[in-house]
């Protein structure tokens, strides 16, 4: 593959870890990238996986011991579960079905709440995303409001590694720690308020808005 597209990229990196040029490999959705009909048929062979997790306590995150820098971005952070002063208003609402199957939409549960469409102010599409090790799907919202600027939020995206940084961070280390919160987005239920800025519409063409943290929401 030639050029500088995603799929380029993703075939260039790839073949270097086939070649023993790269040292970590490629991720599933690398794979995806350089074999894009591989999710048309796993979307339809893989299930929905959706876990029933317990919500957090955000009072008790937040009398964890930290550091007073890290205090500060996650009370910041947080805010965003509650605080509709933080959220923009887009000019125009599009709600929408997504791909999901009426089945996918059952197995949400309590991710989803029942809205009225007047008051749901952004859009949300839902999709599945392939985890063929695993055997399952995830599902991930594309989220409206991600077009938006917020001028009133002072936080950044939070940037994961690159894989170059890990591999080489583990190059170096002798031991290494790693923790995965179970659902982690699921943990994190939204106000009603908030749920208003992730809505769309299911297959019976009821309107509902997601109840849980978005996994696509770009300060998620």
Request: hydrophobic share 40%.
């Amino acid at each position: 593959y030639n050029g500088t597209g995603a799929k380029a990229r993703a075939a260039q990196w790839a073949l270097a870890y086939l070649q023993g040029t790269s040292a970590s490999a490629p991720s599933s959705d690398i794979i995806q990238r350089v074999f894009p009909d591989l999710n048309q048929w796993q979307r339809r062979l893989y299930r929905l996986h959706v876990k029933d997790v317990t919500p957090i306590s955000v009072d008790a995150l937040l009398q964890l011991p930290m550091p007073r820098r890290l205090r500060r971005q996650a009370e910041l952070y947080l805010r965003l579960l509650h605080d509709p002063t933080l959220y923009p208003t887009p000019t125009s609402c599009r709600c929408r079905v997504t791909s999901l199957s009426k089945e996918d939409e059952r197995q949400l549960g309590r991710k989803v709440a029942k809205m009225d469409q007047e008051s749901i102010i952004a859009g949300v599409y839902g999709f599945k995303v392939v985890e063929y090790d695993k055997e399952r799907c995830r599902p991930v919202w594309a989220c409206d409001i991600n077009d938006e600027k917020f001028p009133d939020f002072e936080g950044e995206k939070i940037l994961l590694h690159k894989h170059s940084e890990i591999a080489a961070v583990l190059a170096r280390a002798t031991l290494f720690l790693q923790v995965d919160g179970k659902s982690m987005y699921d943990q994190f239920a939204l106000a009603r308020a908030i749920q208003r800025y992730f809505g769309f519409k299911m297959h019976n063409q009821d309107t509902a808005a997601l109840a849980t943290m978005a996994a696509g929401f770009m300060f998620a």
